[in-house]
């Protein structure tokens, strides 16, 4: 949704911490691998990164995620993939609060960002119900 707000090596960065989040519950939940797939096109990126050690990534983050947009987008982006798929294992929800207290996020945004993702996520619901119904079809 915000990815291209990002650089191609913050782009990087979140593509590697996405697919940390969606396999931190040990099953990469087919809503999950959608939206990395989309991630991944809407990041014009032809394959995915390698996958490295969660601590070498997160020691990455803070200089790459410098300002406050950025460091929101990173964060607000990761609930996303957390809440895809309607099991936000805690798991999956503790990288994301890890990420955002390495970027130095408060708690109280870190809440709003996964709040955000959470309706975020319910709109899309929403949506595809409305689509399904679309031609009288229920």
């Known amino acids: 949704m915000f990815l291209n707000l990002l650089a191609p090596a913050q782009q990087q960065l979140f593509i590697e911490l996405a697919r940390a989040v969606a396999e931190q519950d040990g099953i990469v939940a087919a809503t999950e691998q959608v939206l990395l797939d989309a991630v991944q096109a809407e990041c014009g ?3 995915l990164p390698a996958v490295r050690d969660l601590d070498a990534v997160l020691a990455d983050v803070p200089a790459a995620f410098d300002g406050e947009a950025t460091r929101s987008v990173l964060v607000l982006e990761l609930a996303g993939v957390a809440l895809i798929d309607g099991d936000a294992h805690p798991a999956e929800l503790g990288i994301v609060a890890e990420v955002a ?3 130095g996020m408060t708690p ?3 809440r709003e960002c996964v709040g955000f993702a959470e ?3 319910q709109l899309v619901m929403d949506g595809q119900l409305l689509l399904a119904t679309a031609d009288g079809v229920s």
Request: aromatic fraction near 0%; charged fraction near 50%.
């Open 45 to 47: 990126v032809a394959e």
């Open 101 to 103: 207290e390495t970027v």
């Open 108 to 110: 109280e945004k870190l």
């Open 119 to 121: 309706r975020s996520r």
